[in-house]
């Protein structure tokens, strides 16, 4: 399994920004489709976003598209999600994760066979 350290998060007034990282420990990364979800407490972990192995496709949740942006960068072994507009709701903890399957860019979380060890986001009213 590939390891993913993610970095970022943090506390955040409503409206405010910020951006998130997950560095994968070896380069076969760069073959895998990356994912983000989210767990707030007392619910389920729910996808927010998931980019394809080459950064031509990604895909959101209805929640947070126009929101938040996902972007990687293959030299590097890293995947970001910038997120802009932040709402309480987006609080949660947050985590990366990698579907080594190969196969087109997927929301299912029994897909992602490698998780980042998550990362708090609070966002203020």
């Known amino acids: 399994q590939v390891q993913l350290v993610q970095s970022g998060g943090g506390l955040v007034q409503a409206g405010g920004s910020l951006r998130l990282s997950c560095a994968a420990s070896?380069?076969?990364?760069?073959?895998?489709?990356r994912g983000w979800f989210r767990q707030a407490p007392g619910k389920g972990r729910e996808f927010v976003g998931a980019?394809?192995?080459?950064?031509?496709?990604?895909y959101y949740a209805d929640y947070v598209k126009g929101r938040f942006t996902i972007s990687r960068d293959n030299v590097k072994n890293t995947v970001y999600l910038q997120m802009n507009s932040l709402k309480p709701e987006d609080t949660a903890i947050y985590y990366c994760?990698?579907?080594?399957?190969?196969?087109?860019?997927?929301?299912?979380?029994?897909?992602?066979?490698?998780w980042g060890q998550g990362t708090q986001v609070t966002v203020s009213s």
């Open positions: 994760a990698a579907d080594p399957s190969l196969a087109a860019v997927t929301t299912t979380l029994s897909q992602y066979d490698s």
């Open positions: 070896e380069s076969t990364f760069s073959k895998y489709t």
């Open positions: 980019v394809s192995w080459n950064g031509d496709t990604t």
